[in-house]
């Protein structure tokens, strides 16, 4: 079975400073992984994705995450928080297996930046 | 906006009543996923339809049920409601079945409240 480990319910950072969201993941074969961000009151927003190659991605409003298959972690960075991206971070995974597998997603991480 | 509309964004009812949750998806996306989000359990994959078949089922209770019907629309049905079942209750839908590297779209939720 697929699971989603996001070790923090919480991570604080000053606006400016990097910020790493964490998350590890479990699969029977190879992962496609997702980042989502859910603002309050809102449906969640996919960020970005892992599937093939780089192991370094780019996604949406400066968010990159890098995939480390013997680590089996896929973590969020961004290289100067903004307080507008204080919101809760959810990061999913789906076995690259035939057939039909849901997306599984960890309990999230609630980022908040302060000014 | 992902174009996946949540009916009604809120709700409140008693404890033993039934609901029923309505979703929109995409336009031309074939398939709709339904997830249950709560604070002690985070966000939990209920079911999957695709072009009117449920296509993989998760943690659903045998009082929830749901269907999809030929214009893709889809409703999720809670029945006995207990004081547990308050949550927020997400639709999402994506172009193709599932086994899919493509990301999911999120409506905004129905929030649920059992009192």
């Known amino acids: 079975a697929q699971s989603v480990a996001q070790p923090e319910d919480q991570v604080n950072v000053a606006e400016g400073n990097p910020l790493t969201v964490k998350c590890t993941y479990s699969?029977?074969?190879?992962?496609?992984l997702f980042w989502y961000v859910q603002y309050p009151n809102r449906g969640l927003q996919f960020l970005l994705k892992?599937?093939?190659?780089?192991?370094l991605v780019k996604g949406s409003y400066g968010f990159e995450a890098e995939f480390n298959k013997s680590q089996t972690s896929f973590h969020l960075k961004k290289p100067s928080a903004l307080v507008s991206d204080s919101a809760l971070y959810f990061c999913?995974?789906?076995?690259?297996?035939?057939?039909?597998?849901?997306?599984?997603f960890g309990k999230g991480t609630r980022l908040s930046v302060i000014a | 906006d992902s174009g996946v509309t949540q009916t009604p964004k809120h709700l409140i009812t008693a404890t033993g009543q039934r609901v029923t949750l309505r979703c929109s998806p995409r336009?031309?996306?074939?398939?709709v996923y339904w997830y249950q989000q709560s604070l002690d359990q985070g966000l939990q994959f209920l079911i999957q339809?695709?072009?009117?078949?449920?296509?993989a089922k998760g943690n659903i209770l045998e009082r929830f049920s749901a269907q999809q019907f030929p214009d893709l629309h889809s409703e999720l049905n809670l029945s006995s409601l207990e004081l547990g079942d308050s949550a927020l209750y997400f639709c999402?839908?994506?172009?193709?079945?599932?086994?899919?590297?493509?990301?999911?779209?999120f409506g905004e939720g129905s929030r649920l409240t059992v009192l």
């Open positions: 999402a839908s994506s172009p193709q079945g599932g086994g899919t590297t493509g990301e999911l779209f």
């Open positions: 699969v029977s074969g190879n992962p496609y």
């Open positions: 892992y599937i093939t190659g780089d192991n």
């Open positions: 999913a995974v789906r076995d690259r297996v035939p057939g039909n597998t849901p997306l599984v």
């Open positions: 336009s031309g996306d074939l398939s």
């Open positions: 339809y695709y072009n009117g078949e449920e296509r």
